[in-house]
């Protein structure tokens, strides 16, 4: 007894000692001027399909309950892509990420629709053509509706045909396609299918297990048909403070952990430091946005992750329906300092091959088109033309494109 309770006390002071130290502030950096990025860098715009192209699709967002707004047209990037592709081309952008939407190039099991088939081709000959290098989404939280009529991934047999899907649309591209993202923020889908679908503990981890198949599956497909190709699957940042280091903790214990052999990079989406802050404000538009965070983030993953690449997958900060910021943010400002924070990082040794803005244009924030993330705004529900309109980031970022990154002398106008 008496050694069980001396266990226990070694533990409980561990714990707390963990918790004194996870609840200091972060260290500050710093702040100095850094170099710019490489040639190779990438500099990109990301984007998903179904929530810029529009259009009914039979998909398992029928499931959802109504929404603050319907989704109708979104931005209408299914007919209007060319156009954005000459946005993304005239700021510069060198990759843009895309999503195919497995609901619109299968709507039925095992036929492929050939029009929706078409589409895609010509978007990827369109980023052919303006020089643009694509990132493929293969699956961006939406699957078909008889997907979801058959249990969705709670059923073994969507890997199966998850796979096949992937394989037919890495054969059709592999010649032009270097980069794959199989599932986007893997540990967050899981959520929502357990929420939408009132999956208990036990369906949901079966769902994790067919998810983790599929992914491990297509990564060798994806190399079995073009070795050189980067495959992996982007993970939300957590944060760095007690609660999110549990949240990050646990996350990739639900998937990153099962997968990291099977990613060639890992990729991260940035929106702030600290997860709790966002679950706290909830409000796209109140999420405190904090540059100097992406630093951090970079160099924990560094060290989590020594021998892998980083790429952020996707960054950015929200408004509400364009309005000015409570807290006085502009995205011109966060798009600097977080462009500062990542080019520090690299100076210090991090392995960073990417930044990529979220996104070129306003889209379907999953249920609501108030919270504007686009270097583009462009005003859904009052606008029939759907006019691209710029904000002041798109000079900002085409300045940091056209210089490989923040200028020499540039330091960050947001505190730490």
């Not at 710093?30 to 998909?59: C, L, N, Y």
């Not at 979801?148 to 796979?163: I, K, L, M, R």
Request: net charge neutral; proline share 5%.
């Amino acid at each position: 007894m008496y050694k069980f309770l001396k266990i226990l006390g070694v533990i409980l002071v561990a714990l707390i000692l963990l918790i004194v130290w996870a609840m200091q502030p972060p260290a500050k950096v710093a702040v100095t001027p850094t170099a710019s990025m490489p040639a190779d860098f990438i500099w990109g715009v990301s984007s998903s399909g179904f929530q810029s192209e529009g259009g009914k699709i039979a998909s398992n967002w029928d499931v959802h309950k109504v929404p603050e707004h319907a989704y109708g047209t979104s931005v209408d990037f299914r007919h209007r892509y060319r156009e954005d592709v000459g946005l993304a081309k005239q700021l510069g952008a060198n990759t843009y990420r895309i999503g195919i939407n497995w609901a619109r190039v299968e709507p039925e099991k095992g036929k492929f629709d050939a029009k929706e088939m078409a589409y895609y081709d010509d978007l990827i000959l369109a980023l052919k053509e303006a020089g643009i290098a694509p990132l493929i989404t293969l699956d961006h939280f939406i699957y078909p509706k008889w997907v979801s009529d058959q249990g969705a991934w709670n059923n073994p047999e969507t890997t199966t045909e998850f796979v096949a899907y992937s394989r037919m649309i890495a054969e059709r591209y592999s010649k032009d396609v270097n980069l794959w993202i199989t599932f986007n923020e893997a540990a967050f889908y899981l959520a929502s299918e357990k929420s939408s679908r009132n999956l208990t503990i036990k369906q949901t981890l079966n769902a994790r297990d067919n998810i983790v198949s599929a992914h491990r599956q297509v990564y060798d497909v994806i190399h079995q048909i073009n070795s050189k190709a980067i495959v992996t699957s982007n993970i939300v940042w957590m944060g760095d403070h007690f609660g999110s280091t549990f949240l990050r903790w646990f996350t990739n214990w639900l998937f990153l952990d099962h997968i990291e052999d099977k990613c060639d990079v890992i990729a991260i989406d940035y929106y702030a430091a600290d997860l709790g802050k966002l679950l706290k404000f909830g409000k796209h538009w109140m999420w405190p946005s904090e540059p100097p965070g992406i630093y951090r983030a970079l160099k924990i993953l560094k060290k989590q992750y020594p021998d892998k690449p980083l790429l952020i997958a996707e960054i950015g900060m929200s408004t509400e329906n364009g309005k000015p910021r409570a807290d006085g943010l502009t995205r011109e400002d966060v798009l600097r300092d977080t462009v500062y924070w990542t080019q520090r990082a690299k100076a210090d040794g991090v392995n960073i091959i990417g930044y990529m803005v979220w996104s070129l244009t306003d889209n379907y924030e999953w249920g609501s088109y108030t919270p504007r993330f686009g270097l583009y705004t462009v005003n859904v529900l009052t606008d029939p033309t759907l006019a691209r309109i710029p904000t002041a980031a798109v000079p900002a970022y085409q300045e940091i494109i056209r210089n490989h990154g923040v200028a020499t002398g540039y330091l960050p106008v947001l505190p730490q």
